[in-house]
DNA sequence: TTGTATGCGTTATCAT
DNA sequence: ATGATAACGCATACAA
């Protein structure tokens, strides 16, 4: 709105709908600069002009604006996450416990799924690369392999962290994972020394870390102890209900039947129990289960599942700790090195299947 | 930088990191505005420069600002969402839908956890505000009874949608709730029609609009039946295993003891089932139990638990499409109309507790 | 302690 | 179809 031959002249722009620092300024007859600084209790201001700026703002109604100065200080305070689904257990865990964290810090975090798929994987971690969060915390989607779409990320040296399902070594990132190696470890021993000899294995894609490295530590487990680990007992596919049953059918039709089963989650285990509910198959007698992840649903049902903890909060304090290390001191190290992974500890919780 | 005296003069200021549009221009002889308008696929721009563009962005390793965008736009594209726990079953499927929705739409969901604290609601509130979100979703903490900390949202014509836990009538925003009364309702009926005669209730607190409602419907239910609710058999707290478990107690410490139990949270009717395995009541003949939500463990524990489904992907579909509706059509209306709630069904799932 | 001036990167307006 | 320019709101270097 200007004056022009005595009249005001409204421009087609968008009405200036809020008060900015500048309004501030001009209704108290001082500078924007002054404003601008005694609202982010810049020391050299005088106690005074900062108490008058304060007070006229909440007058005003002023809100500060985060994109503005964003765009200033190229800085967004915004940290991104991806995880293949909110509502996994140990993801909800984690997150809740992350968010706590970063939220203290003064972060806000922008929380992405992809649902498992890579190209929902890479449309997010594009969108998040243009959003300018300043830093990414990811999960990995089963299939992930190629990871290059996190690439611009290390470019641009904005912190890069993967948690949980992780990419493949050599990536210069910040690595936190589980150790499934040793999961798979404890779950294969455990096993073998109640006495199972027939063991059957549910696990999902290996192209998916956690399932290469439990996998690999079950192997190791049977066979160190001479237990063979029959190819046809040993399924590999996405762990949900459906899937689980279905190989379940497939793994109880003839005669011939397992006397132990790893589920690499805790869904197939749960699936597990009901299965041999409705075959009345006798856990743990005839058949002794060990689920994967601890979900709280293991000790609901009965009879209680055998499962391996993976301690979600402390895998989100590790990370809420090494990004905001990496976000203070921005290039230089932190505690944890980069392509140096932290593996955190897992333990066996041992209920009523085995 | 610039040029002086033959000289590059290097500025003290941070070094520019990144490729903008202007150096997209300067490469290719053009000016920013005819990038800017080919980047953005505007029509008045023949096709040769607009592939030219493009891919010298793609060389180039040019992102999109999204800040300045945004800043320049005076829209984020980012949604906020307050939400008191995302590991709530209900709640966490319902994030997962309506991301899903909001994500195709172009938005980013921007997730915050209240963690049910009014203190730490009103932090978030404010710091969505300053973050320029387009919008606002919120399901209430249990205690929030003034929400003069959204009205800013609603003075800026900010939508603001509540759901689940929505505030009591009279606020200018959208509201999108379950049928708690009704829930309520089918639960009362469903205990008495069972032929339970001394009835339980433990619920939340009654500042949360869902007990509330769920409440009245109940004891609508009782009084239309004219069974008697005593009051000693009527507990109001945060609905966690520990509280549940302390109320459960007190309520089975006599001899004179309830014949049925609505629980306003699976949690609660979870602890009830194991209460009774514990203390050997038998269910459903010495104690019928139902709970409330149908989350995923009522049907997992034996006995399963009757409970009340609450549709959160069909409660996540209206918040979106109302949320999309209103983006849209700023200031005008939407199919949803403010101040006016839309109220979703539920439904009594029976199971082996009742 | 305060003011002046500038630029962050983008896009809308107006002009060509 | 393209260019020149200004402005979104803020925060800093520099000057006073």
Redesign the interface.
């Known amino acids: 709105m200007f004056w022009i031959y005595g009249f005001y002249v409204m421009t087609p722009r968008?009405p200036k709908?809020?008060n900015s620092i500048v309004d501030i300024a001009r209704a108290l007859g001082i500078s924007p600069a002054t404003v601008s600084r005694a609202l982010n209790n810049n020391l050299r201001i005088s106690e005074a002009t900062r108490v008058r700026v304060k007070e006229m703002a909440k007058e005003m109604?002023y809100?500060?604006?985060?994109?503005?100065s964003?765009?200033r200080n190229?800085r967004?305070n915004?940290i991104g996450l991806i995880v293949p689904?909110?509502?996994m257990y140990f993801h909800?865990?984690f997150?809740?416990s992350l968010?706590?964290q970063l939220?203290a810090a003064g972060y806000?975090?922008?929380?992405?799924?992809s649902?498992d798929s890579v190209k929902l994987e890479k449309e997010?971690a594009n969108?998040l690369?243009?959003?300018?969060v300043d830093a990414l915390v990811v999960s990995l989607t089963l299939y992930t392999e190629d990871i290059s779409h996190f690439e611009?990320f290390v470019?641009?040296g904005i912190p890069l962290v993967f948690y949980d399902r992780v990419p493949a070594e050599g990536t210069p990132s910040y690595v936190i994972k589980g150790d499934d190696y040793r999961g798979g470890l404890l779950a294969g021993n455990h096993l073998v020394g109640a006495g199972c000899q027939r063991i059957a294995y549910v696990s999902g894609p290996l192209s998916c870390s956690i399932y290469h490295e439990r996998t690999r530590g079950f192997m190791d487990a049977l066979a160190k102890q001479d237990v063979a680990l029959r190819k046809e007992w040993v399924y590999h596919h996405e762990l949900t209900m459906e899937n689980a049953w279905n190989s379940l059918r497939k793994l109880f039709d003839g005669h011939d039947v397992p006397d132990g089963l790893f589920a690499a989650n805790d869904t197939t285990a749960?699936a597990a129990v009901?299965f041999a509910r409705e075959r009345a198959i006798r856990i743990p007698e005839d058949l002794r289960i060990i689920g994967y992840s601890n979900d709280?649903?293991t000790s609901?049902?009965?009879p209680s599942i055998t499962s391996i903890e993976q301690y979600p909060h402390e895998m989100a304090d590790k990370v809420a700790e090494t990004l905001i290390d990496a976000l203070q001191q921005p290039v230089s190290g932190s505690s944890v090195s980069i392509g140096d992974p932290v593996v955190c500890p897992v333990d066996l919780v041992r209920r009523m299947t085995t």
């Open positions: 968008k709908s809020e109604g809100r500060h604006n985060s994109m503005a964003s765009l190229r967004s915004t689904r909110i509502s909800a865990f997150i809740t968010q706590r939220q806000n975090l922008m929380i992405c799924q649902n997010l969108s690369y243009s959003a300018r611009g470019k641009q749960i009901e709280p649903r609901i049902i009965t």
